[in-house]
């Protein structure tokens, strides 16, 4: 046994787990000076090498040379820490020679790729210190009120809900329905951050972008209503609502990956024209886009709890009229229905199809309905932009949004 290549291998990708963080302990200045931690590239490739050891041993059965092992390791470090302390708290270092010391023993057991996967993560959280203080720094209290928020949503509330299904048709689902809400709430939350973080710096142009991903209806209302209020941002703000209501398309696809895939792979056909054709017409804007200057708020933090109460609400108000609608009218209601619910929400039509297509019969025609939903949508937005708007939001949105939803028409003409 003491020759096993497999034992070989793993007690040697230990000791390079603990190579590479000793390497950035070292490399960071905090193995040598006066305010020396624990060690540097020596110290933690024997951490890394004595855990894989015990990691092996256990693996041979022999858990008590591998116990013995483990904790002298956490002993040294503990004892370190207790020493340094004395003159410094910090204790990153020593933090990082536990985590060592638990890859270390994963790499022993077995456990590979997960070993090195760890040490990949601790490394680059070490050499990138100064840039994950200064985005903590940038954060303000609107997002750490919101991150809370999304916490207690998710680990609080979802637990407590129960199953369903409760009632007629189709039946209120609260547990699934609430993780849905935290799916899309969640993702809206995303592009809001980054919206926020580097909307502002490049103007209109990302602004509509990530805008797009929250709400493209919302930037298609703010941006009309900013062209009607500053006449000389109508080009850029023009761009930002056609970049936005591209957009979507991604947010619909990736919402339709995650929850059903199958229903992916057939609306994909659908909407592919149309995006390619709506990347071209925002691009047409390219130039006017570098004139802007003042783009709008981005759109509000989608983490209220009043809000995701509301989404909840609209989700099973769509859920229950797709269901009768069906039950009714059959495909045909199924298809009336989602153009309705498309002229004001896409996310609501997009999780009823989801469930809808789980059965396969179902798939093709919620892939339609989808696309009709994303037509409606599209056809409110140019009618919000020619109403609000002035100049090119009042001209070029219209036009371009006439066409994408031609060429949304003909994919269901020719796809049917």
């Known amino acids: ?106 790499a022993g057991l077995g456990f590979l790729p997960l070993a090195s996967g760890i040490i990949a993560v601790t490394t680059i959280v070490l050499v990138e210190k100064t840039r994950l203080h200064a985005t903590v720094s940038r954060i303000d209290d609107a997002e750490i009120r919101a991150a809370t928020r999304f916490a207690v949503m998710a680990v609080v509330i979802l637990p407590l809900l129960p199953e369903g299904p409760y009632g007629p048709l189709g039946g209120i689902r609260p547990r699934l329905l609430w993780i849905l809400v935290l799916f899309f709430s969640g993702l809206s939350f995303v592009a809001y951050v980054a919206r926020k973080a580097i909307g502002a710096k490049h103007g209109s142009a990302l602004a509509g972008i990530l805008g797009g991903l929250i709400s493209s209806t919302n930037v298609a209302v703010s941006f009309s209503r900013q062209s009607h209020e500053e006449p000389g941002l109508a080009g850029p703000l023009a761009f930002g609502i056609l970049a936005a209501c591209t957009v979507l398309f991604v947010r619909v696809l990736v919402a339709t990956t995650v929850l059903n895939s199958d229903l992916m ?108 939903a994303i037509l409606s949508n599209t056809l409110v937005k140019a009618g919000i932009a020619a109403v609000l708007g002035r100049g090119a939001v009042r001209i070029a949105v219209p036009v371009g949004l006439a066409i994408m939803s031609a060429a949304l028409a003909l994919s269901l003409t020719l796809l049917h």
Request: proline share 5%; with cysteine; net charge positive.
């Open 265 to 372: 792979t057939a609306l994909l056909p659908y909407v592919v024209g149309p995006f390619v054709v709506g990347i071209a017409i925002t691009l047409l804007r390219l130039r006017s886009m570098r004139q802007a200057k003042n783009p709008p708020e981005p759109p509000g933090n989608p983490l209220q709890l009043r809000s995701a109460l509301q989404m909840a609400v609209v989700f099973q108000l769509v859920l229950f009229l797709v269901h009768g609608a069906q039950s009714l009218w059959g495909n045909s209601g199924i298809l009336a229905s989602a153009a309705l619910v498309g002229l004001t929400d896409m996310d609501a039509i997009t999780i009823s199809m989801a469930r809808s297509a789980k059965d396969p019969a179902m798939v093709h025609v919620g892939a339609q309905a989808i696309t009709l």
């Open 1 to 106: 046994m003491g020759t096993d290549p497999s034992g070989v291998l793993r007690i040697a990708v230990a000791a390079l787990c603990g190579t590479a963080v000793g390497i950035e302990r070292e490399w960071s200045g905090h193995a040598t000076g006066p305010r020396a931690r624990i060690g540097g590239i020596r110290t933690f490739t024997l951490l890394g090498a004595l855990a894989g050891m015990a990691g092996w041993m256990w693996s041979l059965g022999d858990s008590a040379i591998a116990a013995v092992l483990l904790a002298g390791g956490v002993a040294l470090v503990v004892a370190a820490y207790t020493a340094i302390s004395r003159r410094d708290i910090e204790g990153t270092t020593e933090v990082a020679a536990l985590v060592t010391l638990g890859a270390g023993a994963l």
